[in-house]
Nanobody, 115 residues
């Protein structure tokens, strides 16, 4: 059973920073990608940032230059450093791990940015 546990969400003023963490445990093989998605009220879940095992990184246009994704393979943890936060970044942030045959999600962590 694969388990993803996110942490680091909270309330921050516009312009502030937060760092999200996602710890992965359990039996999982051949990870292709680890990433972060978000879902704001009334909107569809969208990709924020993705890092492939080969090292390629993808960011959504809305967060480029402000967010940085990284991973620690030894700790099986993926991080999302979020700087210069804006009210429109407010959402529930979800961690995802994709191994090709499986796709696992965390429970989500709320990020609220006040103006």
């Amino acid at each position: 059973q694969v388990r993803l546990v996110e942490s680091g969400g909270g309330l921050v003023q516009a312009g502030g920073s937060l760092r999200l963490s996602c710890a992965v445990s359990g039996r999982i093989f051949n990870i292709n990608t680890m990433g972060w998605y978000r879902q704001a009220p009334g909107k569809q879940r969208e990709l924020v940032a993705l890092i492939r095992t080969a090292g390629n990184i993808i960011y959504s246009d809305s967060v480029k230059g402000r967010f940085t994704i990284s991973r620690d393979n030894a700790k099986m943890t993926v991080y999302l450093q979020m700087n210069s936060l804006k009210p429109e970044d407010t959402a529930v942030y979800y961690c995802n791990v994709n191994s090709g045959s499986t796709s696992d999600w965390g429970q989500g962590t709320q990020v609220t940015v006040s103006s």
